[in-house]
């Protein structure tokens, strides 16, 4: 398994989440925060949603000398525009929990996944992006896997 077949399999249960924005494959930076913040903006709407997913560790440990087990951790980071007045702390924690509970439906990652447990929500908060106020969060997805 490749850790491309994981992100595209991960970014393909986000995306089962109706309204859930944009999700980039791939952990996205730029030096310019308000430009950051554009690429998880809307084009239409231009509303503030999105999320993106990195891999933070992997590390294995040999069963054999010729099989390794891989532990993946993959970070999925999670932005909306923060809006009192319509209640997006509301909305966005709804949000994860309908991408919680997509993952709860799928946890072997249609079979890329050989040990599957829970995964945590790290991470709640809000962020400020140049001049945009955001809602944050950052949800841990372990990955374990046989390599040979």
Known sequence: MSDEAIRFKIQ???????GCGIVHEYGRWCS???KFILLFQDSISKKILGWEITRQAAPGTYISNCEEQVNHSYI???FMGLQDADRTDIKFNALIELIRAEFRKDFT????NELPHGFDVRVIDERSFGTVLCHHCEIVIPVQEVQS
């Open 12 to 18: 393909e249960i986000i995306q089962r989440v109706p």
């Open 109 to 112: 990652l249609g079979g890329l």
């Open 76 to 78: 999925i980071r999670g």
């Open 32 to 34: 310019d925060w308000s």
